[in-house]
């Protein structure tokens, strides 16, 4: 599957409308991001499954804004519309591997309960 470049118009359905999007933020300047580029191509040649994205953090920075994009490249990954994973920095390919297999093995159903009791928590200590 080809890797989309994600902008305003579509990165919530996007998101919304896939079980599993890795995200990629880079921006044409940065080297390391050129370098990171063919790894994240090549898996999502691997996992034709996944939905693999690059968000241009120059032309999109409200997009990076809103995620607190600071440094690139910075891999952001969606299951069910959760972020379940967000770290700077490229990724050598058995790392990029090995954080798509632990994001497919979440029970994503203990996920939510973990979500839900941390927000009660913090509206009690409110």
Do not use: Y
């Not at 989309?4 to 599993?20: A, H």
């Not at 969606?78 to 979440?106: D, N, T």
Request: charged fraction near 20%.
């Amino acid at each position: 599957m080809p890797v989309l470049d994600l902008n305003q118009q579509n990165f919530e359905s996007t998101v919304t409308g896939n079980k599993m999007v890795i995200i990629d933020f880079w921006a044409p300047w940065c080297g390391p991001c050129r370098s990171f580029a063919p790894v994240f191509e090549a898996a999502a040649e691997k996992h034709p499954d996944v939905v693999f994205a690059k968000v241009n953090s120059d032309d999109e920075q409200a997009i990076a804004g809103h995620f607190g994009i600071r440094s690139i490249p910075t891999l952001l990954l969606f299951r069910e519309q959760i972020i379940v994973f967000m770290q700077a920095g490229a990724l050598p390919a058995s790392a990029l591997e090995s954080v798509i297999g632990q994001a497919r093995a979440l029970d994503m159903d203990q996920v939510r309960k973990d979500i839900a009791e941390r927000e009660q928590q913090a509206q009690q200590q409110q």
